[in-house]
Nanobody, 127 residues
Framework: QVQLVESGGGLVQAGASLRLSCTAS?????????MGWFRQAPEKEREFVAA????????YYANSVKGRFTVSRDNAKNTVYLQMNSLKPEDTAVYYC???????????????????WGQGTQVTVSS
């Protein structure tokens, strides 16, 4: 099993920044995992935000956050980060961390491509 614990959410004003963290643990976790961030706003479906390969060399972003959000990871700490800058009210959502352990799926931008999920952390951006 793999446990994912997110932190760093909160209430901020538009234009502010937040950094989310997700720490992984468990016997089934591998540093070779593809790690992803998704978000779900009220009454909306969960959507892809960003993903990062195990080396950090490959990153992927939703068009809506490209240029504002940065995903990174520290494999020594089993932690992945999501730096969110220039936040907008439409970024308000519960943010979820996800892990795709080997064998790695090719569906890095869909929920089906991930094996484990965290409980989520609330991000609220006021206008």
């Amino acid at each position: 099993q793999v446990q994912l614990v997110e932190s760093g959410g909160g209430l901020v004003q538009a234009g502010a920044s937040l950094r989310l963290s997700c720490t992984a643990s468990g016997r089934s976790f591998s540093v070779y995992a593809m790690m992803g961030w998704f978000r779900q706003a009220p009454e909306k479906e969960r959507e892809f935000v960003a993903a990062i390969s195990w080396t950090g060399a490959n990153t992927y972003y939703a068009n809506s956050v490209k240029g504002r959000f940065t995903v990174s990871r520290d494999n020594a700490k089993n932690t992945v980060y999501l730096q969110m800058n220039s936040l907008k009210p439409e970024d308000t959502a519960v943010y979820y961390c996800a892990a795709d352990v080997p064998p790695i799926s090719t569906s890095r931008t869909t929920m089906q491509g991930y094996d484990y999920w965290g409980q989520g952390t609330q991000v609220t951006v006021s206008s």
